[in-house]
């Protein structure tokens, strides 16, 4: 007993010691490369009962690495997207995570911040090569406190999705391409019954696209502080726009917490919205629920800072808890290549690797704009409480769209509060 | 058969005592009474062991988890007394999840006790279609609570059967009340839901109470010339005391657990506007991550509805008399 605890605690030392010099790959594992392990990696491929994500892992990808690495077994657990975090929660709490996990980008900065995760930027010899080659907005979820913790595994971002008949109603011949455009348009389709735009809230995922695209910021470059960025002149003006068009019903209540809203999902479709913002996985929801629908895809309207827009995505993370880092690195390696990456593009996963995407528009036309926008796309705070900064940009942004307080004093609140979280970093 | 009679029966006195003889022939009898007293607890042993490792054991962890800046990780983190505590009694939303609460219980447990009690009564005599209306009201009680909230989203959402209703058919409003929009109206919402699911488990209680009510005593009342509303309060409501007590006591403490509904036809929203205290506790817990403030909240709640409770027995008891229980 004694003595397997002195070997563990060797082992837990030496790897710790190999890892803080930044060389615990430089040599590989090759020494100990014969001798057959199985990695685990947990994620959301079979999310929604579409198994098409999955299929391609389960029966192309794995097999095609497993054949490339006899001595390494993938093997790869399902799990639903909706109890994935919490799954991984309480793994983290038992010490029972897998090796690797598909992660949200937005989780990595939380279980970077517990110390569950290894830091790849130190661990991995050619990180810096392999991340250069990925999109910056999507590489930089993974950073934490100067360590990268993890490499892109699959990006998406929004884009402005409109139709014709919207179009025509607004009477534009083309979408919306500047803050100018949209305005203008708000003025053709008063008393239309449309309205010019609708989004299911004013988390950062919704608000980001707006405030970059108008030129301005949540909060400085090395993220120390919202206030003078968040409730800057620029995002104001920005914000101020947007409480004007809400006011003149110009945007659906959707945006302020209405449950009861029509989703943009159904509203755009329906002709009850004449533009939205949303991701590449629509066109799938579209194609079943809506045959007829053809969206018509367009960059997010630029305003004095061009055209913005936000980050989404999965990054792919290996546990500090895994036995076997030198295999599942290599299955990090196999996942940026372009047979893992252009694999999942028909599926609706669109590649993280910037030379690919002219392969990717080849392969689904349809992409070209939310390749385009990935150029300047960019990530929202990569700190632990994301889902906090969520909550504080609604409580505080809602009553300025009601107009019980002004859009400065709100976001000069929400940079107070988000202020504090920084502090804690 | 009440606790006390249970308790004599097997050979102890009310408190659950063994009693103590005196006199030697009592040996034998003693042993018997000791193995009688310990005959009971074996058999709640298995339920008992069940509650404690479900029940207790994860109420004591959340309990101590609420005194630590929990990371998960037991090695990161860190204790920090009653700051969980302070820090919710210096929280707004932690006071409007409160009030929401607060709010849900009044709003769902009186209509529940008198809808419930109403349709009790008017199905408590006996007609042929009486067990197709005890069916049809307890059918919302088995139906799954995921169901019949997503299925109240779309009745009170914008262009809903209620607008339609209100609006197109009875032209009492302009059928484009935005009900989930606003904290009152979203709150009114996911009440009625809560009463049209609670009306059948109550009346079933009811039903049951009413099977004992003494006939005897309904017909000398009505022979002394009581009326309806003197027969109904005199006889009644004394003989079903104990189940109103019953049905009380159990739908406020049901009434400050509400979480299902809420969470999935508002989710908390407009801006946490219609948050309950499990909504605020899952989103601190499950969401933020942060456990020790999520069990802190919990443990407030807990003794929320343990004083409750305890008041509500009290002042029942003291209105009946006696102990009702």
């Known amino acids: 007993m004694k003595r397997s605890r002195l070997i563990a605690a060797t082992a837990v030392a030496a790897s710790l010691a190999l890892v803080a010099t930044g060389c615990a790959a430089t040599g590989g594992d090759e020494g100990s490369s014969d001798e057959p392990v199985t990695i685990t990696f947990w994620g959301s491929y079979g999310n929604g009962g579409n198994s098409a994500q999955q299929d391609v892992l389960n029966d192309t990808l794995i097999p095609a690495f497993e054949a490339e690495h006899p001595n390494i077994t993938v093997q790869y657990v399902d799990v639903p997207y909706d109890d994935l975090l919490q799954k991984l929660t309480t ?4 010490d029972e995570l897998p090796d690797l996990v598909r992660a949200d980008l937005g989780w990595v900065p939380k279980f970077a911040d517990l110390g569950v995760l290894v830091p790849l930027s130190q661990a991995m010899p050619d990180f810096q090569e392999l991340a250069d080659a990925t999109f910056p907005g999507v590489l930089s979820t993974n950073l934490w406190k100067g360590d990268y913790y993890g490499l892109p595994l699959d990006t998406n971002t929004r884009v402005l999705i409109t139709s014709q008949a919207a179009l025509d109603a607004a009477g534009l011949d083309a979408p919306p391409a500047t803050f100018a455009d949209l305005e203008k348009a708000a003025g053709t389709l008063e008393g239309t019954g449309i309205s010019l735009f609708a989004d299911g809230g004013l988390g950062a995922w919704n608000i980001s696209p707006w405030i970059w695209s108008g030129g301005g910021a949540i909060t400085d470059d090395d993220m120390t502080t919202a206030s003078g960025y968040l409730d800057g002149a620029k995002t104001v003006a920005t914000v101020q726009m947007l409480v004007d068009l809400y006011q003149a019903g110009q945007i659906s209540t959707g945006i302020t917490g209405n449950a009861g809203a029509t989703s943009t999902a159904e509203g755009l479709p329906g002709n009850n919205y004449a533009t939205i913002f949303d991701g590449p996985w629509m066109n799938g929801i579209w194609a079943d629920q809506f045959p007829d629908f053809q969206p018509i895809y367009a960059p997010i309207p630029a305003g004095d800072g061009g055209s913005v827009s936000v980050v989404g995505g999965e990054d792919i993370v290996l546990t500090a808890s895994s036995k076997h880092q030198e295999a599942a690195m290599e299955f990090i390696r196999f996942t940026q290549t372009e047979q893992f990456q252009m694999a999942l593009v028909p599926t609706g996963q669109l590649t993280v690797i910037k030379d690919f995407g002219d392969e990717q528009v080849a392969t689904v036309p349809y992409l070209k704009v939310f390749t385009d926008q990935l150029a300047t796309a960019k990530a929202r705070l990569a700190i632990p409480q994301g889902s906090e900064v969520d909550t ?8 300025a769209f009601e107009g019980t307080v002004t859009v400065k004093e709100a976001l000069g609140n929400a940079a107070k509060r988000i202020d504090e979280l920084l502090a804690e970093q | 058969m009440t606790i006390t009679t249970l308790g004599e029966s097997l050979g102890t006195d009310a408190a659950g005592q063994v ?46 988890l609420s005194f630590f800046d929990w990371k998960l990780v037991a090695s990161a983190s860190k204790f920090i007394g009653l700051d969980n505590y302070v820090r919710a009694f210096q929280d707004d939303h932690f006071w409007l999840s409160l009030s929401n609460s607060g709010i849900y219980m009044v709003l769902t447990v009186v209509p529940q006790i008198v809808i419930g009690l109403a349709i009790a009564l008017l199905l408590a005599r006996k007609s042929p279609t009486q067990p197709l209306f005890r069916v049809l009201f307890y059918l919302p009680v088995v139906t799954s609570w995921v169901v019949v909230s997503l299925l109240f989203r779309f009745l009170f959402s914008d262009d809903g059967l209620i607008n339609f209703t209100l609006g197109d058919f009875l032209h009492l409003t302009d059928g484009s009340t935005p009900w989930l929009a606003d904290r009152w109206t979203a709150l009114l919402a996911i009440c009625a839901l809560g009463v049209w699911k609670g009306i059948g488990w109550s009346m079933m209680i009811f039903l049951a109470a009413l099977q004992g009510v003494p006939t005897a005593l309904l017909e ?65 817990a499950f969401e933020n991550l942060d456990f020790g403030y999520g069990s802190a909240i919990a443990v407030l709640l807990t003794i929320i509805v343990f004083v409750l409770s305890v008041v509500q027995l009290r002042v029942f008891r003291d209105r009946n008399g006696e102990g009702a229980l």
Not at chain 2, 236 to 246: E, Q
Request: charged fraction near 10%; proline fraction near 8%.
């Open chain 1, 91 to 94: 793994s983290a709490a038992g």
């Open chain 1, 392 to 399: 504080i940009l609604n409580e505080e942004l809602v009553p």
């Open chain 2, 220 to 284: 000398a009342a009505e022979m002394d010339g009581a009326n309806r509303w003197q027969r109904f309060r005199a006889v009644t409501v004394p003989a079903i005391w104990p189940a109103l007590l019953f049905v009380t006591v159990m739908l406020v403490i049901g009434g400050f657990n509400v979480f299902v509904s809420v969470y999935l036809m508002t989710g908390g929203g407009p801006a946490g506007r219609t948050d309950v205290l499990l909504t605020y506790m899952y989103s601190q």
């Open chain 2, 19 to 64: 009693p103590v003889a005196s006199v030697p022939p009592a040996r034998q009898r003693r042993r018997s009474a000791t193995r009688a007293g310990i005959v009971p607890y074996l058999f709640i042993a298995p339920g008992l062991a069940l509650f404690a490792l479900t029940v207790l054991y994860p109420t004591f962890q959340a309990f101590q």
